[in-house]
């Protein structure tokens, strides 16, 4: 484990405070070196100092002002990933007094921190075609962002309307353990993935569905997303989507109910066609609850599987013996 769950809130919940309030003191979160990437286009690999000044000399500079909503957290203890989802509100005024253009954008930050819980990757995701945005960035003749070209892959309604579907074929393949049957719509037919639970590969469609149809799928028999929040990077093609998983772990047990909440991030890379190139699925595996339940399962799936065995062995003596 790299972070608990308590704390990559408690540092997610702070690096916000400071971006809103005191840039100078977001030195203390960064690691000598730091990589970004941002939905305006930027990214690179710096010292901290460097990264804040792009900051300073980017968004800074069009406002005076930033506060943003309550974040939605989900902790990757075992990979040290921080994502946060809250709602960005400030006031692009270039700093000028007197002027107001309050602008409101839903955005996604992927804090990635090292062992000594610095962070060493910062991912920004959020939709940079926001008409309130470029409209009072337009109005002050600020040409920043820089990536304001006519690239659309996904509208925001649009990536909107496939997180919702997307997320239904989930939760409905997990009834049956049939989600190569219900995600076709939403999946490429070539894939990556990448899953708090050390699982990732690349293959083809059948088989990023064949991996999970052979581990989570047959240890949950109902998986239900609640409230979930989505950022749509539009230029770019992600898909950000925050959430509370409630799910039924039963191993296919019989009779087994072991019902648990636990906070999901998925990020969805789509291409041209709307399908999803790259699918990761984030959570704290290391969860005390799902620890819990996961073992208990793994229990009596072990025992039931002994008696299987023993009841074969046992048939064939019969067989043998005559008896």
């Known amino acids: 484990m790299i972070i608990s769950a308590e704390e990559g809130t408690k540092l997610g919940s702070s690096f916000l405070s400071g971006m809103c309030t005191a840039e100078e003191?977001?030195?203390?979160?960064?690691?000598?070196?730091?990589?970004?990437?941002?939905?305006?286009?930027s990214e690179g690999k710096n010292t901290p100092d460097v990264l804040l000044d792009i900051m300073k000399n980017g968004w800074g500079s069009t406002g005076s002002y930033c506060t943003y909503t309550k974040p939605f957290v989900c902790v990757d203890t075992d990979n040290g990933k921080i994502v946060l989802t809250f709602t960005m509100?400030?006031?692009?005024d270039a700093r000028m007094a007197g002027v107001t253009n309050i602008i409101m954008n839903p955005s996604t930050y992927i804090l990635t921190v090292n062992k000594d819980k610095k962070i060493v990757r910062w991912e920004g995701i959020w939709?940079?075609?926001?008409?309130?945005?470029?409209?009072?960035?337009?109005?002050?003749?600020?040409?920043?962002?820089?990536?304001?070209?006519?690239?659309?892959?996904?509208?925001?309604?649009?990536?909107?309307?496939?997180?919702?579907?997307?997320l239904k074929a989930i939760s409905n393949g997990y009834f049956d353990n049939s989600h190569a049957e219900k995600c076709h719509d939403f999946v490429a037919d070539t894939?990556?993935?990448?899953?708090?639970?050390?699982?990732?590969?690349?293959?083809?469609?059948?088989?990023?569905?064949?991996?999970?149809?052979?581990?989570?799928?047959?240890?949950?028999?109902?998986?239900?997303?609640?409230?979930?929040?989505?950022?749509?990077?539009?230029?770019?093609?992600?898909?950000?989507?925050?959430f509370n998983a409630v799910a039924n772990i039963t191993g296919g047990i019989m009779g087994e109910n072991n019902s648990m909440q636990?906070?999901?991030?998925?990020?969805?890379?789509?291409?041209k066609d709307h399908k999803a190139f790259k699918v990761s699925c984030w959570w704290d595996n290391n969860d005390a609850t799902l620890q819990a339940i996961v073992s208990k399962i793994k229990a009596k799936l072990s025992t039931?599987?002994?008696?299987?065995?023993?009841?074969?062995?046992?048939?064939g003596e019969e067989v043998m013996t005559g008896q």
Do not use: C
């Open 25 to 41: 003191l977001m030195l203390d979160f960064f690691a000598d070196t730091v990589e970004w990437k941002w939905s305006d286009g």
């Open 89 to 92: 509100i400030a006031n692009i």
């Open 127 to 166: 939709n940079n075609k926001n008409e309130s945005v470029l409209k009072a960035l337009t109005s002050l003749g600020i040409d920043y962002p820089k990536v304001a070209d006519d690239q659309v892959i996904i509208t925001r309604e649009e990536g909107e309307t496939f997180a919702a579907k997307y």
């Open 191 to 242: 894939v990556s993935w990448d899953w708090s639970d050390g699982t990732k590969g690349s293959g083809t469609y059948y088989e990023f569905h064949n991996v999970l149809s052979k581990t989570w799928g047959p240890m949950i028999a109902s998986w239900i997303p609640v409230d979930p929040t989505v950022v749509v990077d539009t230029s770019n093609g992600i898909i950000a989507v925050s």
């Open 262 to 271: 636990l906070p999901h991030f998925i990020l969805l890379h789509l291409n």
């Open 304 to 315: 039931k599987t002994k008696e299987k065995i023993h009841a074969k062995h046992s048939k």
